[in-house]
């Protein structure tokens, strides 16, 4: 997804780190060695005359340059230059000159007002000086790759941002600030230890001299074991607590989701011919294969013509009152906490233009298309005309595509897709299988019956997790792993 230029740092990238449209701030942010002679192209300090075509050179360089002495960043009220005429906006510059940023490069930001043409005039006016658009979430690429930060960090960032509860919110800071890193990297660099004692009794098998006796050696590989048991819990409770992430079913009335919720999980929603027989919302969890969630059910809703949710039947407006309003508040706030949101259509029904447009708010906000009850359509009959994708085409009275809708929903949880809840649960999903290896190989050389005759049994286990766990800090990575963890930030950050 980033191509090779996104792992070498030698070149400046640039980025709106705000998002668009009109605001009282927008953030532009420029990181590498060019950043210097970026700013010194399109912006100076304030006691400049602010416009007009006026000399740019001596007194910004000498601004910039005397905050190469300072350790945090000073704002720097100025000028930037929209275009080659010399007009200037007014904007702060907070810039971190040297290897003390969070990138361990040069970073700028330029604050100035949220308006688009402007912002998108600096970013260009920041290409023609040297620097390139940044890809998402290179930024904070470029603090792992400078060592600031390991990869559970860096997806802490990605859980600060999307975090939709206090708790989870909570719960990214803690990792952000190495909540996890560090129990990682202390049994990590345990392990180095020990590896560095064995094999140095296997370097000097023929001599008489003992690096770690039996005893040791077991107490210490116990210790490590033990500690590696206890985060794998706290991980597992990560992931369950609080879950993966909400899967919310929704739909018009009658649609068959209720049908579908129980089909998924042996559930007892009430299912009836009748449209709105659902009138609160079910839960129940949901196990994908080894990944926990929440599924669901939501009272039938109908739809605008903007694609917003309706709540109440059309043929019962009259009735609409009370009991419906409150389906229509239930069924909202469950689809608005959803980490994933399930439209189930069904296929029997006709498909109208607000539905259509439903479906293209749901794609719009990352949710699935789910047909129901396709049993009812002969095998040959073509999908709704309209209709260009779905994600499973499903029945819940034969089961059909129920294998297919779970993997999809998997997925999402495992590249991280699914909003919310699955930032940081994203990390345990990613972490859980090493280091569930790293507690099964440590055990196995923990069972070796006479440690001192199996030292390279037990150096081969100690090495192989120490492998695990550089995987989960990122000591030890790949690009593709990099690209997958990435590749979910936005644009910025
Ligand atoms: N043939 C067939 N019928 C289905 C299927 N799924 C649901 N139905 C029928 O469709 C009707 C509505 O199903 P429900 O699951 O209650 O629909 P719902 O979307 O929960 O409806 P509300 O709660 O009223 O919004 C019931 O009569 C179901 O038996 C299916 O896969 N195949
Ligand atoms: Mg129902």
Not at 403 to 431: H, M, N, P, Q, Y
Request: hydrophobic letters at 40%.
């Amino acid at each position: 997804m980033f191509g090779n230029k996104a792992y070498s740092t030698d070149d400046t990238i640039v980025a709106t780190a705000t998002p668009s449209g009109p605001a009282a701030r927008a953030v532009i942010r420029l990181c590498g060695p060019r950043v210097r002679d970026c700013l010194l192209q399109i912006w100076r300090p304030a006691d400049g005359a602010g416009g007009g075509e006026t000399d740019w050179s001596a007194s910004q360089s000498l601004a910039i340059d005397s905050l190469s002495a300072v350790v945090r960043p000073t704002r720097l009220p100025g000028w930037a230059k929209l275009d080659d005429c010399g007009r200037c906006i007014p904007c702060d510059l907070y810039y971190w000159p040297d290897s003390r940023s969070f990138t361990r490069s040069p970073l700028a930001e330029i604050h100035c007002l949220g308006s688009d043409p402007l912002v998108a005039a600096l970013v260009q006016q920041s290409c023609q000086h040297g620097a390139r658009l940044a890809g998402g979430g290179e930024f904070t690429l470029r603090a792992f790759l400078g060592g600031r930060i390991d990869l559970t960090q860096a997806e802490a960032v990605l859980g600060v941002i999307q975090a939709k509860s206090e708790r989870e919110f909570d719960c990214a800071l803690k990792q952000l600030a190495g909540g996890l890193s560090e129990p990682l990297h202390e049994i990590r660099h345990a392990l180095l230890d020990i590896l560095a004692d064995v094999e140095a009794g296997l370097d000097f098998a023929d001599e008489d001299i003992t690096f770690l006796d039996d005893e040791t050696l077991r107490r210490r590989l116990g210790e490590i074991y033990e500690n590696a048991e206890r985060l794998l819990a706290e991980i597992g409770n990560r992931q369950t607590v609080p879950l993966a992430g909400r899967v919310v079913l929704v739909g018009k009335p009658n649609a068959g989701k209720s049908s579908l919720f129980n089909a998924l999980t042996g559930g007892q929603a009430l299912e009836s011919p009748q449209p709105g027989t659902t009138r609160d919302y079910l839960c129940a969890p949901l196990d994908l294969d080894g990944i926990q969630c929440e599924l669901i059910d939501t009272a039938g809703v109908d739809f605008h013509d903007d694609g917003t949710l309706d709540g109440i039947p059309k043929n019962q407006k009259h009735l609409a009152k009370g009991i419906d309003n409150e389906a229509h508040a239930t069924t909202t706030a469950q689809w608005e906490q959803a980490s994933i949101q399930v439209f189930c259509l069904d296929v029997t029904a006709d498909l109208s233009s607000d539905t259509l447009k439903m479906v293209e708010s749901v794609r719009h906000s990352g949710g699935l298309v789910v047909l129901t009850k396709c049993d009812q359509l002969p095998e040959s009959s073509a999908k709704p005309a309209g209709l260009t994708q779905v994600d499973a085409e499903t029945s819940s009275h034969t089961g059909a595509g129920m294998e297919t809708l779970r993997k999809t929903l998997r997925s999402r949880f495992e590249d991280g897709s699914a909003a919310g809840d699955g930032a940081v649960a994203s990390t345990a999903i990613r972490c859980q299988e090493n280091l569930q290896s790293v507690v099964n190989g440590l055990g196995e050389a923990l069972n070796i019956a006479d440690p001192s005759l199996h030292h390279e049994l037990i150096a081969v286990e100690i090495r192989t997790a120490i492998d695990f766990l550089g995987q989960m800090v990122g000591a030890v990575y790949t690009e593709d792993m990099l690209d997958r963890i990435f590749s979910r930030f936005c644009i910025g950050k």
